[in-house]
């Protein structure tokens, strides 16, 4: 039986966590409960319990501070912690300490419960054998050990050394190198095979990467989580250090093809540099993990060198980025402003939580700049914000705002009509600040400019002219109603060529000239 310690302030959260459980059938007793910190560390060194369940926030000793001083005592006691949904930070300063899981107080079922406790066990298992000192030591026991030493700075580097040398990894000590694969949208591909809990992905994708480590020869396995895989090879056939990187770098690629060809997704991969001696794991990990802290200025399924991502400056994506955002989301004064600023942003900080932070604040730039009610407002931006949380790198976001861009700008029905007239529409709604001739309209979409005409008219029923001045008398009541902007200002943001040609056709098409328009609407208000 592995012995249990509850740790919760909330005496009805104990006592629904112990009864909640089938503990016996887990293989569990809970053998005591504490109501803050410092009671639990005092059964802690008295019972030495195997799984520790811990609130974070205890009065007398908080849950931050019983981790740190189990931690400083041994590596095995299993901890999962209890938490808030406002926690999360601290949740992941924690994980950072070798807790194996967390669970929210406030959504856990017992089914939750168990799943976590059954991956507890399974990690306690592994820790059992380990302490064997006969027979063969199994694979999970080794990837335990492994990853205990690239996550934890405070081991005794002898005792490491003994250990790693203890599981008779299948490679050398010469010539390693390592990589760390992340598996790109991985919610997207659990979607696509109905796989609620990942487990069945996880599993297909170990099991083609071990395959083809088996094949490659001297190389271990290592799943990090589900999205996340580590691989360390051995290259001591190689005599040149340059030959041994580029055989490991195709071998990557190789896995990159394999997995889109099964999966259809895309994997970005990480690799370190080449290194002696089971020491420098910790190093290696470290150089793939910045190697992929860049991922976010990529467009996924790329491989990223140490060797290479070190000198890397990631300004030139940035400003990439920033073109784009101006040329695909019409070309004016607006979005121009809207890149001008992202590239400041980037410039003083220069990091990937800027750039998120920038486009997210874009989203109710452009939908406050729509005519529309707060409400809708409001779930608009909470839909393309919540998009952009998903987001894993720079184009994505880009993607989500052209979507939004399009949602605002172009008639929702004109989805559903011809591809050529939506495209017209399309490129209507981005560059109706713009003088357009028909012309420029037609090489766009490359067909003839009487084509356009006729094909345009037969799937609207309106003439290409008369749909761009409408489509740009809309966009001027929309400012007629949100700003207070001059009829001369509207006009120039709108594509008229002066105030005296928009005033004489918005009273054309409306009946109304915009200075009566504007006092009509706000009069009926009142």
Same mark, same amino acid.
């Given at each position: ?30 053998? +005591? ?120 700075? @405070? ?37 696509? *095979? ?25 190389? *271990? ?58 020491? @420098? ?15 976010? *200025? ?8 140490? @060797? ?7 300004? +030139? ?63 608009? @931006? ?123 056709? *918005? ?20």
């Amino acid at each position: 039986m592995y012995r249990v310690l509850i740790a919760e302030d909330e005496v009805f959260v104990r006592l629904g966590i112990k009864m909640s459980v089938e503990w016996e059938k887990m293989g569990m007793q809970v053998i +005591a409960d504490a109501a803050n910190g410092q009671q639990a560390w005092d059964i802690y060194e008295k019972e030495h319990p195997d799984i520790i369940l811990t609130d974070i926030k205890m009065p007398v000793m908080d849950g931050m501070a019983l981790i740190r001083r189990i931690r400083e005592r041994d590596k095995e006691t299993r901890i999962v912690i209890l938490s808030c949904l406002e926690e999360f930070q601290l949740v992941r300063e924690a994980i950072s300490m070798g807790v194996s899981d967390y669970i929210l107080k406030l959504t856990m079922t017992p089914e939750d419960m168990e799943k976590i406790l059954q991956k507890v066990r399974t990690e306690l298992e592994a820790i059992r054998g380990s302490r064997k000192e006969q027979g063969e030591v199994s694979a999970e026991e080794k990837k335990r050990v492994l990853l205990d030493f690239i996550y934890y700075d @405070s081991y005794d580097m002898e005792n490491v050394k003994r250990r790693l040398e203890r599981l008779a990894l299948p490679f050398e000590k010469k010539n390693l190198l390592m990589a760390v694969l992340e598996v790109d949208n991985y919610g997207k591909l659990q979607s696509r *095979f109905k796989d609620e809990y990942g487990l069945l992905v996880s599993s297909a994708i170990s099991n083609v990467l071990n395959e083809l480590i088996g094949e490659y020869g001297n190389g *271990f396995l290592v799943e990090e989580k589900e999205t996340s895989y580590i691989i360390i090879a051995e290259h001591g056939k190689y005599t040149q250090k340059a030959e041994a990187e580029r055989a490991f770098a195709q071998f990557l690629t190789k896995i990159q093809k394999t997995l889109r060809l099964y999966f259809q997704t895309s994997v970005t991969i990480g690799c370190s540099q080449m290194f002696d001696g089971y020491e @420098s794991l910790r190093t290696m990990y470290r150089q793939c993990r910045f190697c992929l802290s860049g991922k976010f *200025f990529h467009s996924g399924g790329e491989l990223l060198l140490y @060797s290479t991502e070190r000198k890397r400056d990631h300004l +030139a994506a940035v400003k990439e980025a920033m073109e784009k955002l101006y040329e695909e989301n019409g070309r004016q004064e607006r979005i121009q402003a809207y890149a001008e600023t992202g590239l400041e942003m980037y410039l003083k900080s220069s990091d990937q939580e800027s750039m998120a932070r920038f486009f997210k604040n874009l989203v109710g730039e452009e939908v406050n700049h729509m005519a529309m009610e707060k409400q809708k407002q409001f779930d608009l @931006s909470g839909e393309y914000v919540q998009r952009m949380d998903r987001a894993e790198n720079l184009d994505q976001l880009l993607e989500i705002f052209h979507d939004l861009h399009y949602e605002l700008y172009v008639d929702p029905d004109t989805r559903k009509m011809n591809k050529t007239v939506a495209s017209i529409m399309q490129y209507i709604s981005t560059h109706y600040v713009e003088n357009m001739p028909l012309e420029q309209i037609a090489e766009e979409v490359e067909l003839s400019p009487n084509y356009i005409c006729s094909l345009f008219k037969k799937e609207t029923g309106i003439n290409l002219y008369q749909y761009i001045m409408e489509f740009r008398i809309n966009r001027a009541k929309e400012l007629l109603l949100s700003t207070n902007l001059k009829s001369y200002e509207i006009a120039a943001k709108t594509g008229f060529a002066d105030e005296s040609y928009f005033s004489r056709s *918005f009273k054309k098409v409306t009946g109304q000239s915009p200075v009566e328009f504007r006092r009509s609407v706000f009069h009926k208000e009142e």
